[in-house]
């Protein structure tokens, strides 16, 4: 294991990476997340997981400064048979001989916190990202064309009357790349915040903590109940101490809104000082990437993506959202029992301010 500080790359031996798959091997994926599943998975983990990686998930979970911005862990076991990828609506499982990958998302997911997932970024608790035809313009994780740039995961949501519900943070894990010749995936890029604002002037660390900020939420997230709107009153982008800040920020276009030239001047700045400091992974099979979404921006490089003789797309990256605790998540309505559909009512007789839901839910095929 190599450790920088604020990122470390661990490689899974042969013999962990047996061990990991005997414990998970014969266990059902429940795409619902049921309380059930996650309890097993934890008892799993404890008991059967590598104890280094028992040890290293427990200091992801500190305050200290050690605290990773971002973990790059190679070589975990993922299923074999991996023959084509599942679009929006359809399940990994068909894909593949297993459901390994699933069950190892879920797993790490289960050990650093609340894994989750909503419902109009994937309809079971691990997403699938391949890039789609029809959505390749997307400024989502089915997108490929435009580069998603530089952006802290819901950072908006951060600010919402109803609770904090932007995710703790993102697992990414390779299980299809193109083949040699294809042309390869797309780089993603992840950034340690901290390293960006060491390099910034006290006159723009001021203004990037001050309320002069309106950040927007996601397209996918606009006219969401119970407090539909766009996007936030006047934040900052930046709080608590920097050694371990809190970074509220999305740089793709059009999602934060600075008051005045200084705020600008000093959202350029730190945009600039973002990409210099990143670091770009490719996210191939067996690669499973920890973004800490507190501190470590994320970002995909825009991409032509290739597809196979059945026109299933080479990159499939399957994602899990970690969250802190599912209480914030009470204010909107649930698909499963971890999948969670902001544009829902949690419950008809619950008295939420806000007036017929179901006229704002657009169909599944205008959100994917
Ligand atoms: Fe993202």
């Keep these: ?27 059902d994926y429940d795409p619902a997340g049921s309380s059930a599943y996650i309890g097993e998975l934890r008892r799993r983990v404890y008991s059967g997981f590598p104890e280094r990686l028992v040890r290293l998930l427990e200091v992801i979970k500190s305050s200290n400064s050690a605290a990773y911005a971002y973990l790059v862990v190679d070589n975990l076991p993922i299923d074999s048979g991996v023959r084509g990828s599942p679009q929006f609506g359809e399940t990994g499982r068909q894909f593949k001989d297993g459901v390994l990958s699933e069950n190892l998302l879920a797993a790490l997911g289960a050990a650093i916190g609340e894994p989750y997932s909503i419902s109009h970024e994937g309809l079971e608790l691990v997403n699938n990202l391949t890039p789609h035809k029809h959505t390749r313009n997307d400024y989502t994780g089915l997108g490929s064309e435009v580069e998603l740039d530089f952006h802290i995961e819901n950072a908006a949501q951060a600010f919402m009357p109803e609770g904090d519900t932007s995710p703790l943070a993102l697992l990414l894990l390779g299980l299809r790349a193109a083949p040699e010749g294809e042309g390869r995936g797309p780089f993603t890029r992840v950034a340690d915040a901290r390293l960006a604002l060491a390099r910034l002037s006290d006159e723009d660390l001021e203004a990037l903590y001050g309320r002069n900020f309106i950040i927007r939420v996601p397209y996918r997230w606009r006219g969401a109940t119970p407090t539909p709107r766009d996007n936030t009153d006047l934040s900052p982008v930046l709080s608590g101490p920097l050694e371990l800040p809190r970074v509220t920020v999305a740089f793709y276009p059009d999602m934060v809104l600075p008051v005045n030239q200084r705020a600008r001047t000093a959202l350029e700045n730190f945009h600039r000082e973002v990409r210099a400091v990143s670091e770009a992974i490719d996210i191939k099979p067996g690669r499973l990437v920890f973004v800490n979404n507190r501190f470590a921006l994320h970002s995909r490089d825009s991409f032509v993506p290739s597809f196979d003789s059945n026109d299933r797309a080479y990159r499939w990256v399957q994602r899990i959202m970690v969250t802190t605790n599912l209480w914030n998540f009470r204010s909107f309505g649930k698909r499963q029992e971890r999948v969670f559909d902001p544009f829902l009512l949690p419950r008809a007789s619950e008295p939420v301010r806000s007036r017929n839901a179901d006229a704002r839910q657009p169909a599944l095929s205008e959100q994917a």
Excluded: N
């Design 1 to 27: 294991m190599s450790d920088q500080g604020s990122r470390a790359e661990v490689s899974i031996t042969a013999s962990e990476a047996e061990q990991i798959r005997q414990v998970l091997g014969d266990l």
